[in-house]
């Protein structure tokens, strides 16, 4: 029985405009290189702290312009009468994802960054939800639209949901679970198939 659902930030509650290639530029970040790393992994400290913070003006600037994804508020809405459990795991700072969340008036019981834990798809955060909770991995969902968000879910032995946005993703594309082009389908879905 599902008794939790954990979101993605980005692109899954809420839009991104972020523009990874122009950022990538400004980093001097290879195409096969995640960004966080790429940052993290500078020898010199002070390079260190200079790419991330440029990672996070970039966040908080995109932060201003976010709106909400089909679906998200009446998803959020139904899970509080419904008695389960919600957070999201974003790989944002704090200071950008709570930002969204406000302005979009999204009510979420845990915000979980990668100030917090180590960043998606390392699955700590997710076990720490769980412990929090009780709940065995069973009995939680994890939603996004990247294939991190995918192997979250798998490394902690969740349930996962991949949201398209529109984009065509054959089955073999991906490991999720669950595939939607939207949170709203995704909704009608759990109701249909009584998980809850």
Known sequence: MLKAIVFDLDNTLVSCSLNFSRLREVLGCPDDMDLLEHASSHPSVTERKRLHAIIIEHEIEDAKSSSLMKGASELLLWMTLAKLYSGVITRNCHQA????????????????????????????????????????????????????????????????????????????????????????????????????
């Not at 984009?167 to 109701?191: G, K, N």
Request: with cysteine; charged share 20%; hydrophobic share 40%.
């Open 97 to 196: 994802a709570q930002a969204k969340l406000d302005a979009n008036e999204l009510k979420i019981e845990v915000l979980i960054t990668r100030e917090d834990f180590p960043a998606k798809p390392d699955p700590t955060a997710l076990f720490h939800l769980m412990e929090c909770w009780h709940l065995a991995s069973k009995e939680v969902l994890y939603v996004g639209d990247h294939e991190y968000d995918v192997l979250t879910a798998k490394n902690a032995g969740c349930l996962s949901c991949l949201i398209t946005n529109g984009d065509h993703v054959a089955p073999e594309q991906t490991q999720a679970d669950l595939i939607f082009s939207s949170l709203e389908e995704l909704h009608q879905h759990i109701i249909n198939s009584g998980y809850y």
